[in-house]
């Protein structure tokens, strides 16, 4: 694979990819494979830096001002090309990608000024989980806004051609009113006055204004609801032929997969392949565009389940699943069945509406790779070959630099940390029960050392992708250390055994996507080699196992071709 291809791989997008961007936009070479594969201008390259540097510029003043304002990171950008090919508000790639529209980005459409904050919209999005109060919430960005500027935004709303472009012709006609909030820090109150704040934004909202807020919340819900059913109205098609073409092939392939509905039934059973009443009955009121889209992810899990098994020398020694086995997710385990199990009605993937998300699936292909490799490792397939003695010291030193860290740490977030501290160190050190947290991650780990030998690269590169994302919305500040050993491992993703092909540079990715940054280096809690030394301590931990070789056939080859391309929509929608 060439590595450029991962960005263009999905026909309805463009992946602006982390890696390219700085804090004044695109790296040059990713503004010269745009102008070449998709004949971006200079004007629209021009314009998507402006708008990218507007918004770190800005979003990291505000941040450095007060604590109400996310910092600003480097996420994927993923441009739609065609606004109903995606479901709106989605949050790709684990949330770790902006999704805008390539329209956002037009010079005739659109303004820096409008595709800057559309950036900082989406940051709001991503932590809240909520679409229709982030521009509430995000009303400090007006405070220092000139009236050029604003209306330089109203313009480019009132010409957008997004789905949810109503939301932000709504929000243009708001900013006069929301210019005259007030804020604790960054425009305090004169005179003491009643003012009702926004929750977790620092603004204050005058009496006189009250009813702004809610008003532009409904306008924000409007919008998202029309642009949704916009979308699921255009594949609104059901297709009989598609639904029967499914169950033959069920019935006849007989695949090594089960099909589950709500709360887990079991809806197709390859004990009882040509029963696939249940199934029909579920896909009934599927769009046709939907069920070719079913048929093709669990053709994926049942060439990848064949490879697996070919791949092993004693495949029925694979043992029972854990009994903890997540019931979920793009594909898993059964616990009874011990089959991977691909869910109807997973919760925020819609598979019964419309084309799937973009990369999801080379994220099932991976999560099925994944799985099995998980069964692989509780058969004691993958060994640890330093000795205890080793493993010990390796573990011993990690403890101790941790205990060194948090030691070391400015006295204020000694002081949001410490009872978490105390509750760490009930047993021992904090640094050792932290340590523990790492080496419960290693069946992960186990299980990927068996996985990536058949991972595609393109099921790798979404893979590393969804695993590196910002952690913190799970952690409050008091777990901060909590938080540093999961990045920690998950780190580790990026290293030179699981890692991706385009990542260049895994420490920047890392710290500039999650605000790992902000939580650690700019607050005193770590330098950049304390962290390169925490990192090549998990990293001297997982290299302690490696796959015992004699368990499989050969190498375990890649599926490449099982899953190289993304689900390809129909040209012409129903």
């Known amino acids: 694979m060439a590595v450029a291809d991962y960005y263009f791989d999905d026909p309805r997008l463009i992946l602006v990819p982390t890696e390219h961007l700085t804090a004044e936009g695109m790296t040059a070479e990713f503004s010269a494979l745009l102008a070449a594969r998709r004949g971006w201008s200079p004007e629209r390259l021009s314009l998507f830096d402006a708008a990218f540097s507007l918004y770190w510029k800005r979003s990291a ?92 935004f109203a313009a480019a709303a009132k010409r957008s051609s997004r789905p949810d472009a109503a939301a932000f012709r709504g929000l243009a006609g708001a900013i006069g009113w929301l210019r005259q909030l007030r804020h604790e820090t960054l425009r305090p109150l004169v005179v003491l006055s009643p003012h009702r704040p926004i929750p977790g934004t620092g603004l204050l909202v005058p009496r006189a204004l009250e009813a702004g807020p809610p008003a532009l919340v409904a306008c924000s819900t409007r919008a998202a609801r029309d642009a949704l059913e916009a979308y699921r109205a255009a594949w609104r098609a059901p297709d009989a032929a598609a639904v029967a073409a499914l169950c033959d092939w069920l019935a006849t392939d007989a695949p090594r997969l089960l099909v589950t509905g709500r709360n887990g039934r079991i809806v197709w059973d390859p004990e009882a392949p040509d029963g696939a009443g249940v199934l029909r009955d579920e896909l009934r009121e599927a769009d046709g565009v939907a069920v070719h889209a079913i048929a093709a992810d669990l053709q994926v899990i049942a060439r990848h389940t064949r490879a697996f098994h070919a791949a092993l020398v004693a495949p029925d020694a694979l043992p029972a699943p854990a009994p903890n086995t997540d019931q979920s997710g793009y594909s898993y385990l059964h616990r009874e069945r011990r089959l991977i199990a691909y869910n109807l009605h997973e919760p925020g993937m819609e598979r019964l509406a419309g084309p799937p998300l973009p990369y999801a699936r080379h994220m099932l292909g991976a999560r099925t790779w994944h799985e099995w490799s998980h069964l692989a490792d509780r058969a004691g397939w993958v060994l640890r070959t330093a000795p205890a ?34 509750e760490l160190a009930a047993g021992g050190s904090a640094g050792a029960a932290l340590t523990r947290i790492v080496l419960g991650r290693m069946p992960d780990y186990r299980a990927n050392l068996i996985a990536r030998r058949f991972m595609s690269d393109h099921e790798r590169e979404t893979y590393v992708r969804h695993n590196i994302r910002t952690l913190k919305p799970e952690y409050p500040p008091a777990r901060l250390w909590r938080m540093l050993v999961r990045y920690l491992y998950e780190y580790q993703y990026l290293g030179p055994g699981l890692g991706s092909r385009a990542i260049a540079d895994p420490r920047a990715y890392l710290v500039h996507s999650t605000w790992f940054d902000t939580d650690f280096f700019a607050s005193g ?45 129909p040209t012409d929608r129903p």
């Open 525 to 569: 809690a770590l330098d950049e080699s304390r962290f390169d030394g925490l990192a090549t301590a998990v990293a001297h931990l997982g290299a302690c196992y490696e796959v015992d070789e004699s368990r499989f056939v050969s190498g375990g080859a890649g599926s490449e071709a099982s899953s190289r391309r993304a689900y390809t929509p």
């Open 389 to 422: 003695a080793r493993f010990t010291e390796l573990k011993r030193a990690l403890a101790a630099e941790l205990d060194a860290v948090i030691a070391a740490a400015p006295p204020r977030l000694r002081d949001v940390t410490r009872p978490d501290v105390a």
């Open 61 to 152: 003043a505000l941040a450095a001002r007060t604590r109400t304002w996310l910092p600003p990171r480097r996420r994927h950008v993923a441009l739609v090309t065609d606004p109903l090919s995606v479901r709106p508000y989605v949050q790709l790639l684990n949330s770790s990608a902006w999704m805008l529209y390539e329209a956002d980005f037009d010079p005739a459409l659109s303004h820096p000024e409008f595709a800057a904050y559309l950036l900082v919209h989406g940051d709001h999005m991503a932590v809240s989980g909520e679409v229709t109060t982030a521009a509430a919430q995000t009303a400090a960005w007006w405070l220092e806004r000139t009236d050029e500027e604003c209306e330089a």
